[in-house]
Nanobody, 121 residues
Framework: QVQLVESGGGLVQPGGSLRLSCVVS????????MAWFRQAPGKQRELVAT???????TVVDAVKGRFTISRDNAKNTAYLQMNSLKPEDTAVYYC???????????????WGQGTLVNVSS
């Protein structure tokens, strides 16, 4: 079955770095958009960054200059490089692939289970 699996979360000190990975696996035709969301304690889930198959990226202002989203189309993998982490970055980070083509013209949206990033000293 088609799966989306996240990894890379954990405890990190303020100013530190982490890299999250998101792999779409299984029998798929093509992965189009990929994105990272996060949900901090007591807050709604918010978009962090997106990356298109043509590698066009967007990053929200809150993480601009610190986070970088990228992807490897051959591996159906997206990454979120997080540098200069702040306590306010603490959240559960979710990977999203809204338009995975299981086969041509048949789409499915996938969400990861989430990986916790805890920025604390």
């Amino acid at each position: 079955q088609v799966q989306l699996v996240e990894s890379g979360g954990g405890l990190v000190q303020p100013g530190g770095s982490l890299r999250l990975s998101c792999v779409v696996s299984g029998s798929i035709f093509r992965v189009n958009h990929m994105a990272w969301f996060r949900q901090a304690p007591g807050k709604q889930r918010e978009l962090v960054a997106t990356v298109r198959r043509d590698l066009y990226t967007t990053v929200v202002d809150a993480v601009k200059g610190r986070f970088t989203i990228s992807r490897d189309n051959a591996k159906n993998t997206a990454y979120l490089q997080m540098n200069s982490l702040k306590p306010e970055d603490t959240a559960v980070y979710y990977c999203n692939a809204p338009d995975v083509e299981i086969s041509q013209y048949r789409y499915r949206e996938l969400w990861g289970q989430g990986t916790l990033v805890n920025v604390s000293s």
